[in-house]
């Protein structure tokens, strides 16, 4: 059974940059897309971007200017890199495997914080 | 960008009663690529419907995707207690991928 676990810091001061990993567990991370999604307190879902396992990436054009997504297939990781946060970006953060697009194994979501 | 809409905001109904959810697309989901999952609090998401139609791995019957283009429906034939909760519909058929605003689905 896949397994995915997101880890990082819950609270981030504005204007830092949020870093979140997740590691895979249960399976193969290769031949697989994988996403970051995030749901900000009393809202809806949004979806951040994705990274193959060779490294292509597609991100939200309304987050691409700050977003970088990475994996590390030694370590079953990727992760996401949001810089410049504000208020705004607080939100629940999951991580999917996609299959191809829609997300068939989600994180539990760990909820960050911007706030100084 | 795809906006998609999902109607109604709240759904409220008895266990056992059947439950029927809308969601709209501004312009046509290529390849039918919309998707269907259930929010509930502390819990991972779960996808129910990939394909508008395919149940996706271990989801029971009583769930079913339809629709095509722009209009998609998922119908649940009847409400079981873990079925209350929220229903979103994504299409990732474009870049970006989009999700609905949700359907939440209470016990009246």
């Known amino acids: 059974q896949v397994q995915l676990q997101e880890s990082g810091p819950g609270l981030v001061k504005p204007s830092e940059t949020l870093s979140l990993t997740c590691t895979v567990s249960?399976?193969?991370?290769?031949?697989?897309?994988w996403s970051w999604i995030r749901q900000p307190p009393g809202k809806g879902l949004e979806w951040i971007g994705y990274i193959y396992y060779s490294g292509i990436t597609k991100y939200n054009p309304s987050l691409k200017s700050r977003v970088t997504i990475s994996v590390d297939t030694s370590k079953k990781q990727f992760s996401l890199k949001l810089s410049s946060v504000t208020a705004a970006d607080t939100a629940v953060y999951y991580c999917?495997?996609?299959?191809?697009?829609?997300?068939?194994?989600w994180g539990q979501g760990t909820l960050v914080t911007v706030s100084s | 960008e795809i906006v998609l809409t999902q109607s109604p905001g709240t759904l409220s109904l008895s266990p056992g009663e059947g439950a029927t959810l809308s969601c709209r697309a501004s312009q046509s989901v290529t390849s039918n690529y919309l998707a269907w999952y259930k929010l509930k609090p502390g819990q991972a998401p779960r996808l129910l419907i990939y394909g508008a139609s395919n149940r996706a791995t271990g989801i029971p019957d009583r769930f079913s995707g339809s629709g095509s283009g722009t209009d998609f429906t998922l119908t649940i034939s009847r409400l079981e207690p873990e079925d209350f909760a929220v229903y979103y519909c994504q299409q990732y058929g474009s870049s970006p991928f989009t999700f609905g605003p949700g359907t939440k689905v209470d016990i009246k």
């Open positions: 249960g399976g193969s991370i290769s031949s697989y897309y």
């Open positions: 999917t495997r996609c299959s191809p697009g829609s997300s068939d194994y």
